[in-house]
């Protein structure tokens, strides 16, 4: 008896865990912006507008025509509907509130936490069908449509 | 009727101001172009060269398109599929003026450091339009 309310407690523990995680993942689930989805997902999946502060956002459409090796300059009407937009839906949740080296999600505290070595060994990102940290879908089956939940990883061999 | 005329009128009026932002086009529309603007005719063989070459820069066009883009090509940094760039097997290319122009923008600029001239565009796109199936 003790046992099995046990059981459920730490069930209802891990729930509420799972669900703080989500949070610090990508924070409320927001439509995506076609206008995002058509310009910024043409090379790379639309990262969620919740993984990286609002200043974040701001320095890399500031900068879009050096944007981390590429010139992915936009017209003045897209900048504006695109950044406002991340600035309205930037992260907020305390974990991802501090903007992480170059502005990269993968050098974020929350990211790294949540990829440590015994999680994803070192030689997993080495493998030609993931090749970088960047690469959300490699693992994250439906990265594309927003989604990071642990049961959609799948971890290439 | 009065109303209906000038509902009509409100509606041709709205649908000139709006077509330019459309630019449905076709391939060889945007290669006339670029041609008249050149002021010369349009080399592929010049077109295929200067697409499948470096230019002082770590990329060519192919390193993402490859070599022959009647294929799906790869992004050299992120891993993302690249549609085909030929017309002849992605009916989508070179249809939207403001598209194509925002591609050779950003792209030449990553391959030559520089936009591409006219000369060069109209040399890139009649190449591709040779690759048939």
Redesign the interface.
Known sequence: MKHANFKSFALAGLVLVCTAAAQADGGARVPLLPKYQQECA????AYLPGMLPAASWQHLMGSL?KH????????EGSLREIGGWLQTHAGSYKRVSEAPPQDRITKSAWFLRKHNTREVPPEVWQRPAV??A??CAACHTQAADGRFNERDIKIPR | MNNLTSWARIGILAGMALSPLAQAVTPADQLAAYTTQAGAAAQPARGQQLFTSRHGKDWSCASCHTATPTGDGKHASTGKLIAPLAPAFNPDRFTDIAKSEKWFRRNCNDVLGRECTAGEKADVLSWLLTLKR
């Open positions: 043409a090379c790379h999946i025509q981390y090796g590429t010139d992915a300059s936009l017209d090749g970088s960047s690469n």
